[in-house]
């Protein structure tokens, strides 16, 4: 199983445009361009490790685009499930989106300690159980 729990970000400065010492604030407004990290999970599913359950996560600060996204990246990657959270809501509710339909998990708020992971570790487990069982589930 891949556990894909986060993304470092999105972006980064390549080695080749970093400023060798300090930037002067004295030089005026600094003006930042910002290259894309390079998208792994095709290279994991395709060459790495094609025959492994695999689940990547989606965040985003907008819910109308969320679920979207997720399905997208599901299909797009060959993902077995994405968890969808949105960055408010991320500690109290998750969504996990298979190609069999989507999950609302919370977390219990009756038991102290207790977060969404829990409850999210109990269903990817269960997920993963399954495929293992059949792969072509």
Request: proline share 5%.
């Amino acid at each position: 199983m891949f556990y894909f729990a986060a993304a470092v970000s999105d972006f980064y400065v390549p080695w080749e445009e970093m400023a060798e010492h300090k930037i002067q604030s004295a030089s005026g407004p600094l003006d930042m361009r910002l290259a894309q990290v390079p998208k792994m999970l095709p290279v994991l599913r395709k060459e790495w490790a094609p025959a492994a359950f695999c689940i990547s996560f989606k965040l985003e600060t907008d819910s109308k685009i969320l679920l979207e996204k997720a399905d997208m990246a599901l299909k797009r990657y060959k993902m077995h499930a994405v968890v969808a959270n949105e960055l408010l809501s991320r500690k109290e509710e998750v969504i996990v989106v298979t190609s069999s339909g989507n999950i609302t998990v919370r977390r219990d708020k009756s038991q102290a300690g207790n977060d969404v992971e829990n409850p999210l570790i109990k269903i990817l487990v269960g997920r993963h159980s399954a495929y293992i069982e059949d792969p072509d589930t």
